[in-house]
């Protein structure tokens, strides 16, 4: 090599070194490789890091962007390239096309003779390969091009490792940015968003999976998805009772799988135990078409968030656990106060009221006297009903309580208690967007039982699945026609309009079943 060469080689290698971005480096290396030797087409073949090691990306130069778009498909390491990838040798030819191995070109694919193939290692692995073509002039690679491909590839070795090493730890400052971001969240009180969503969404976007999601289970009993982001997976449905979740749970260590889900390809799964007595996991998977990006994701960053994650959502349960015990505390004494001193200072002005009563001549003062005893009466009952509701205050929004307290008032109308059952897990499943509809529906129900159906019997069912529904079925006198579709017609609308249906089951004498189902979400 003259001169001129080592001075071009020496400013290619600072030229490769100056930039720490590995998509900008695999780019200069080609452009500067097909430069060094004089060749017009030149390529760098990324070796994937799952265990078939065939290309991961193909970058090259020297082709216009036209006829690399009529071409299609880039390389995928079969043939020639493929020998190159198994025998990490460097190889020179005089003609592709008569080399054994040579699978030809694809359609509209410009011709190419000459070729050298050179390996770019890294600390002994092989990174991926160089791929020179068509020497100008039409002659072929000498030695001397081989030499100097062989020392830019192993500079650009070196510069290509620099390049992972920053995009790991990137990487590894993005997972605690997630974690951080996680931790903040559940540490605000005023957040509205689903911490189990949070977690799920976070993950999925730094690891770059395309679908991740967190299952729970207590040992025993079936698996529970929590939470889902991603691709549009049924991952209930082809989940089942899976062993590989179990087997985390169990163990505490986190697992790396090639397939768990007949639709996805490789996943991640890590243990996060988020609850006293239960267990839950973390997972993330790929497509098969996007497998690659599974392999480069250290297991211990996932597992690490997860365990991090939980933590913080313990602190933040027990944080609310804290405040609703000071919550109570206040209401107990606001409850000792009324019962201990407002009640019984009422009670004492009712018994002075009563006494001058007896003791007035007058009835006129006599009947006002014991009105007012009847409202101090009345008082004081009012209080004990706002000192028992202060302990009920928690439950407001729960949904269940809700509909049980409905059936509690339709029995007062109704002279019985309507029969009710729960299906699936009510309160988690239920949203905000839906509860009002559901509680209004069911009012209407009962409301139509109490006024027409002269029923002895009411059955009411609340399910909560992919859809919520609604089941109450009395074995009164039935209705028919108009008078059916006339009371009904609120609660077909609040069905059709969160995209559900509604169904009136009813005949003379025979009882009737409405069924009110929409979409859980």
């Known amino acids: 090599m003259d001169e001129s060469g080592h001075q071009l080689l020496l400013d290619a290698v600072v030229t490769i070194s100056a930039d720490l971005s590995l998509d ?25 890091v799952s265990p078939q090691r065939r ?41 592709i096309a008569q080399h054994p191995a040579s699978y030809g070109f694809p359609a509209h694919h ?40 062989i020392a830019l590839a192993s500079a650009a070795g070196v510069a290509i490792e620099n390049a992972r090493l920053y995009e790991e730890a990137t990487g590894r400052a993005a997972w605690l940015d ?115 990006q599974h392999y480069s994701v250290d297991i211990d960053l996932p597992a690490s968030f997860a365990e991090q994650a939980a933590l913080a959502m313990q602190v933040a349960r027990a944080r609310e656990d804290q405040r609703r015990l000071a919550v109570f505390e206040d209401r107990d004494r606001i409850g000792r106060d009324l019962h201990d001193l407002v009640i019984q200072r009422l009670f004492a002005v009712g018994l002075g009221l009563q006494g001058a009563a007896r003791m007035s001549e007058r009835p006129e003062v006599t009947a006002r006297l ?35 307290a409905l059936i509690d008032r339709a029995g007062s109308t109704l002279k019985f208690r309507p029969s009710l059952s729960f299906e699936g897990p009510v309160r988690t499943l239920i949203s905000a967007e839906v509860a009002p509809h559901l509680l209004a529906v069911l009012g209407e129900a009962l409301s139509n039982a109490s006024r027409h159906a002269d029923a002895t019997a009411v059955d009411v069912v609340v399910s909560a699945g ?39 089951e009813s005949g003379a004498g025979a009882g009737t079943t409405l069924h009110w189902s929409v979409p859980r979400s």
């Open 466 to 504: 992919d859809d919520v529904s609604l089941l109450v079925r009395d074995n009164g006198r039935g209705i028919t026609g108009a008078a059916s579709e006339g009371g009904l017609a609120n609660i077909r609308h609040r069905a059709e309009q969160r995209g559900g249906t509604f169904t009136v």
């Open 178 to 292: 997630a974690t951080a971001e996680i931790t903040a969240l559940l540490s605000d009180p005023l957040t509205s968003e689903d911490p189990l969503q949070a977690v799920v969404e976070r993950a999925r976007k730094v690891a770059g999976a395309d679908v991740a999601w967190i299952v729970t289970g207590t040992g025993t009993g079936p698996l529970q998805v929590e939470a889902v982001a991603g691709l549009d997976v049924d991952v209930l449905a082809s989940l089942g009772d899976d062993a590989h979740a179990r087997q985390v749970m169990a163990s505490g260590i986190a697992s790396t799988v090639e397939q768990w889900l007949p639709d996805l390809g490789p996943a991640i799964i890590v243990p996060m135990r988020h609850a006293p007595g239960a267990r839950a996991v973390l997972a993330l998977a790929w497509t098969r078409e996007r497998a690659d």
């Open 55 to 95: 290309l991961r990306t193909f970058i090259h130069h020297g082709m216009d962007p036209r006829t690399a778009t009529v071409i299609g498909h880039l390389p995928e390491g079969h043939g020639l390239l493929g020998l190159i990838i198994d025998r990490p040798e460097p190889l020179r030819l005089h003609d």
């Open 370 to 404: 014991e009105r007012a005893v009847d409202d101090l009466d009345a008082t004081i009952k009012d209080i004990r009903r706002a000192i028992f509701g202060l302990g009920a205050l928690e439950a407001a929004g729960d949904i269940q309580s809700e509909i049980t």
């Open 24 to 48: 900008s480096v695999l780019s200069r290396i080609v452009g500067i490789a097909s430069r060094l030797v004089d060749a017009q087409y030149a390529a760098l073949g990324v070796l994937s």
């Open 110 to 149: 410009p011709p190419m003779s000459s070729f050298l193939g050179v390996p770019v290692r890294i600390r002994g692995r092989v990174f991926g390969n160089l791929y020179l073509t068509e020497k100008e002039g039409g002659g072929d690679f000498t030695a001397e091009d081989e030499e100097i491909v």
